[in-house]
């Protein structure tokens, strides 16, 4: 029986592990450095950083949806889903609707002004599950960022 609820500590490692088949599906597979132990800290800790639900089916965790909050000079609070990840082996099943779903019922119930995500543009089928959903695709914003490595350079 499927039933998606908040990420407990004890998910940490299934969640990692699915962070991990999303980097190699995004062909990324050998930069996740991330830890069970640091995402302890980041999620349970004196502050917390992120929060995640988990899609679980008969005891095991067959996908998740990380988010934190963010802030927006021109909107207030909002949420930022940083990944929603579904096994390979259950996708089409409905998990990614019903995580997709209780996203947008956790955005509404904390009363946030905007949910955003990204996804590559490469990936057909995220973007056309996307789309059923009318979410707007921004064509017009473009992705920043300093990676630790450059950090430590300037």
């Known amino acids: 029986m499927l039933s998606i609820r908040e990420g407990r500590p004890e998910d940490l490692k299934q969640v990692l592990n699915l962070i991990q088949e999303l980097a190699v599906y995004e062909k990324a597979g050998d930069e996740v450095d991330n830890t069970v132990e640091r ?3 980041d999620a349970f800790g004196d502050q917390p950083v992120f929060k995640f ?11 998740t949806a990380i988010y934190y909050y963010s802030y927006s000079t021109w ?3 909002c949420i930022h889903l940083e990944d929603l990840v579904v096994t390979e082996s259950q996708r089409n099943k409905g998990v990614g609707k019903r995580l ?3 996203m947008i019922h956790t955005a509404k119930q904390e009363g946030v002004n905007r949910l955003t995500w ?11 599950f996307y789309k059923k959903y009318k ?3 921004d064509g017009e914003w473009i992705n920043c960022k300093i990676t630790k490595a450059d950090l430590q350079n300037r």
């Open 39 to 41: 995402m302890q800290e």
């Open 53 to 63: 639900l988990v899609a679980e089916n008969i005891g095991k965790i067959i996908g």
């Open 75 to 77: 909107k207030g609070r």
């Open 118 to 128: 990204q996804v590559l543009d490469w990936n057909e089928p995220a973007i056309e």
């Open 100 to 102: 997709l779903d209780s």
């Open 135 to 137: 979410a707007s695709f």
